[in-house]
């Protein structure tokens, strides 16, 4: 069974970087697609980036050329590096799997952007 948790969460200045991890257990398919999302209150749920098996990547407007996604194979992680922070980057982000058969998420980890 799929397993992620998050962790690297926390509190920043505006411009400020974080780097944010979700471990992964329990994969076993040769084709996917990993993901952060993130939530802030009131808001629905939205990609932030995504990286597929292929490992081609994507970006939300809102983040691209400030925020890096990657996986790490030998440490078998799904890294977002987070730079030039934005008070409006401020949610709840959640790391997410989605193995064309079934989908999988973390229980999330707390950034928030603020002076």
């Known amino acids: 069974q799929v397993q992620l948790e998050e962790s690297g969460g926390g509190l920043v200045q505006p411009g400020g970087s974080l780097r944010l991890s979700c471990a992964m257990t329990?994969?076993?398919?040769?084709?996917?697609?990993l993901g952060w999302y993130r939530q802030a209150p009131g808001n629905k749920r939205e990609s932030v980036a995504s990286?597929?098996?292929?490992?081609?990547?994507d970006y939300a407007l809102s983040v691209a050329g400030r925020f890096t996604i990657s996986r790490e194979n030998k440490k078998n992680t799904l890294d977002l590096q987070m730079d030039n922070l934005k008070p409006e980057d401020t949610a709840v982000y959640y790391c997410?799997?989605?193995?064309?058969?079934?989908?999988?998420w973390g229980q999330g980890t707390q950034v928030t952007v603020s002076s």
């Open positions: 990286i597929s098996s292929g490992g081609s990547t």
């Open positions: 997410h799997v989605y193995d064309f058969a079934s989908s999988y």
């Open positions: 329990g994969i076993i398919s040769n084709e996917y697609v």
